[in-house]
């Protein structure tokens, strides 16, 4: 079946950049996406990138999609005590239905 | 903007007892999904409807049913209520099929709910 991996924890200093990355196994998957999860709180689309894309930029966030390993990543630019969150990575085949979710990233951020 | 809307936000429930949670997709979204998000854990499909018909189905319990009425909400019927219920149930909507056509899928706030 479907497998969406993550690694489960990420610390950062306040103004570097973090990278969370992101495994899936299924190679029809046509969109992936990253969620953020602040605690208590609902899911919040983030961003999402084509399969045919190799790279998606919205402001501080940057998206890298590696098809050929099946590994996407987020980079967050001047990581701010604001970004610290869980952060979910999902996939949806070419007829989306419904989203396999990797274990989620808890990134904290260090003043 | 319109939101999705789920009901209610938190609820309590006894074991074997039965809840019913309710979600309010975006205006003109036809599609809608359910989640179950345990404590520490990655939100986990459970079922979907397009246009009032069932149209995936994941990890859902057989003690669990749903539907979608001609409205577009749908309700999420949980008998015979297990502690391991205990949950964050995530209602999301989209128009059409997310991901066909890189449509997203819109997240409720969640409704949590506690079985003792």
């Known amino acids: 079946g479907e497998d969406v991996e993550q690694s489960l924890f990420l610390s950062v200093r306040e103004g570097d950049s973090s990278v969370i990355n992101c495994t899936y196994t299924d190679s029809s998957s046509t969109y992936l996406y990253w969620y953020k999860q602040e605690p208590g709180a609902g899911l919040q689309l983030l961003t999402y990138i084509f399969s045919n894309m190799d790279m998606k930029q919205d402001q501080r966030l940057t998206v890298l999609l590696n098809k050929k390993d099946k590994h996407l990543s987020l980079r967050i630019a001047d990581t701010q005590t604001g970004d610290s969150a869980i952060y979910f990575c999902a996939e949806t085949g070419n007829y989306g239905q419904n989203f396999v979710f990797g274990p989620g990233t808890r990134l904290s951020v260090l003043p | 903007a319109a939101g999705v809307i789920q009901s209610p936000r938190h609820l309590i429930k006894e074991k074997r007892e039965t809840a019913t949670l309710k979600c309010y997709p975006i205006?003109?979204?036809?599609?809608v999904y359910w989640y179950q998000q345990g404590p520490g854990q990655d939100p986990q499909f459970l079922i979907s409807f397009y246009e009032k018909m069932q149209s995936d189905k994941g990890s859902i319990p057989d003690r669990f049913s749903a539907q979608q009425f001609s409205d577009y909400h749908s309700e999420l019927n949980m008998s015979s209520l297990e502690l391991g219920d205990s949950a964050l149930y995530f209602c999301a909507s989209s128009v059409g099929l997310a991901g066909g056509t890189g449509t997203e899928q819109f997240f409720g706030p969640g409704t949590r709910l506690t079985v003792l």
């Open positions: 205006p003109r979204h036809d599609t």
